[in-house]
Nanobody, 123 residues
């Protein structure tokens, strides 16, 4: 059974860093494009970053460009989201998701979702 499990969330001060991991089981991760999404209380789930299945094409939301980096290690069946210079407005539950499209950043095209990990940026 295809499963995604996020980890690495937590409480961090403004300006700090976290690295989120998305571990896949039940399927080879390199068969899927992967996206990171987030949802803050009272807000819609929004796209943060996505990475293609094959050549590693990436994309970022304007709000995180230059601060977040997505990467994948297919040998470990894991995708990462390195988050630097965190801001209070980055506080949200972060989800990873998988799609069979070679490359997509559209939430509607993602079929498989993890349970999410909480990121809180506060002093």
């Amino acid at each position: 059974q295809l499963q995604l499990v996020e980890s690495g969330g937590g409480l961090v001060q403004p300006g700090g860093s976290l690295r989120l991991s998305c571990a896949a089981s039940g399927f080879p991760l390199d068969d899927y494009a992967i996206g990171w999404f987030r949802q803050a209380p009272g807000k819609e789930r929004e796209g943060v970053s996505c990475i293609s299945r094959s050549v590693g094409t990436t994309n970022y939301a304007d709000s995180v460009k230059g601060r977040f980096t997505i990467s994948r290690d297919n040998a470990k069946n894991t995708v990462y989201l390195q988050m630097n210079s965190l801001k209070p407005e980055d506080t949200a539950v972060y989800y990873c998701a998988a799609t069979e499209y070679d490359y997509s950043c559209l939430r509607s095209e993602y079929d498989h979702w993890g349970q999410g990990t909480q990121v809180t940026v506060s002093s």
